[in-house]
């Protein structure tokens, strides 16, 4: 490999390392793989989803790091403000913010991934059987190619945007 090639791989994982949640790790299974891995180097609890994009993983991990060693003087409120993003994410309520921000946000990240991981999953029993309705809801209209409606309850309607959002991509597929 010459010199020009390496450089140009180098400054491609430099900047998919310094805004991976802005570039290639921002939509769907990405997103998730992304904020998993963020959650389990914060908390050490997070389990690896069944489909997982690698690289957004381990780019997640890293973030997770970071912010653990930005906070690691009060992590204590750290992991409170993410515990309470992510009970926030799960309810599809993204517009709360507690202190440190950063904390918050990744916790959010979390609790919107695991929820439509639930939803796309069927678990019931994490995310119950209205949940569930809406993803299956939004797929299909998703697939059909219709515009969403998703409703008015902020986490019903978090499982339909899911449900469309995998509808629309895997279109043709399903």
Known sequence: MNFINSLCLMALF?????????????????????????AESLTNSASRPKVIDELCWRLGQK??????????????HCLLAFTEGKDDGMNGISTNSSYPLDCYRSGVN???SKL????????????????IRSYKKGRLSGLQDIVPSPG???????CYMTGHSDGSLFRGLL
């Open 110 to 112: 979390y609790g919107e």
């Open 116 to 131: 439509s991981i639930s939803a796309r999953e069927s678990r019931t029993q994490v995310v119950g059987k209205d949940c």
């Open 14 to 38: 430099i900047s998919l390392n310094t805004n991976a949640n802005g570039l290639w790790c921002s939509k769907s299974y990405r997103f998730e793989s992304f904020s998993y891995g963020m």
């Open 63 to 76: 973030r997770g790091t970071v912010i653990k060693k930005n906070h690691i003087r009060n992590e204590k």
């Open 152 to 158: 008015m309850d902020n986490k019903l309607s978090y």
